[in-house]
């Protein structure tokens, strides 16, 4: 199976050059598609370094990492798709735990637990705690028994995720995917992940407004239900 990495980019150009070499060591046979998310910095000249080994995508302005990803997902050829940050908070050595159970035909969607596997670092008690309400609001709404709903690391069956219906611009899309992968009735599986979080110091851009978006987000889908879902997937189901 080939192997497609998403990697939003904004205003990284300190961290940009040292995730590309971790992630082209990786050894799978895969595909990287970066988007330069209107960074004013010089990201987008030190991309240009790996033009040869990437497919390279830009907004003009900063729209979001929801619209960098669905930017992205017209250029995908692979058949699994995973999502990256920019900064090094997630680690590439984790791909091989991340899509083994789609490979094994196990799942169509997993995601990457910081809480599994022992003790994780965390950016701070405001970014845990919240992470921590955000996955119980998705469980209770949803049904589900994820443990960590905001991760970074989340790895779809491409035809799936090609298919759901997003709408996100900003970090949203965490929330707004979960939601429609639970509307579609796709169980989440989840791996241990390694994570070393950055502060807002280092330059952690999720802010609390951003929490309250994704709260709302979850609620809003679990409102209108499966009314959000394809009528192509709903029939999957059947």
């Excluded at 997902?73 to 789609?102: C, F, K, M, W």
Aim: aromatic share 8%; with cysteine.
């Amino acid at each position: 199976m080939k192997l497609t990495i998403i990697i939003p980019v904004l205003n990284e150009q300190k961290t940009i050059s040292i995730l590309l070499d971790r992630v082209l060591a990786v050894p799978f046979n895969k595909e990287v598609i970066v988007i330069d998310d209107g960074s004013s910095d010089e990201t987008w000249a030190v991309l240009q370094g790996y033009e040869d080994c990437c497919k390279l995508l830009r907004h003009s302005v900063n729209r979001g990492k929801g619209a960098a990803i669905r930017t992205a997902l017209p250029h995908v050829s692979g058949d699994i798709v995973i999502t990256q940050d920019a900064d090094l908070e997630y680690d590439p050595d984790d791909y091989s735990n991340l899509v083994r159970p789609i490979i094994e035909g196990r799942s169509e969607v997993v995601y990457g637990s910081r809480l599994l596997g022992g003790k994780s670092q965390t950016a701070g008690l405001t970014f845990y705690l919240g992470g921590r309400f955000l996955t119980w609001l998705a469980n209770t709404l949803y049904g589900l028994n994820i443990t960590d709903e905001p991760t970074g690391y989340k790895v779809f069956r491409a035809e799936l995720i090609k298919r759901l219906p997003l709408r996100s611009e900003g970090f949203e899309f965490c929330p707004e995917v979960t939601a429609l992968v639970a509307l579609n009735q796709t169980p989440i599986v989840e791996v241990p992940i390694r994570y070393n979080p950055r502060s807002i110091g280092e330059g952690k851009k999720i802010r609390w407004r951003d929490g309250m978006i994704a709260i709302w987000t979850l609620v809003r889908y679990r409102l209108k239900g499966p009314a959000h879902i394809p009528r192509q997937l709903a029939e999957r189901q059947k």
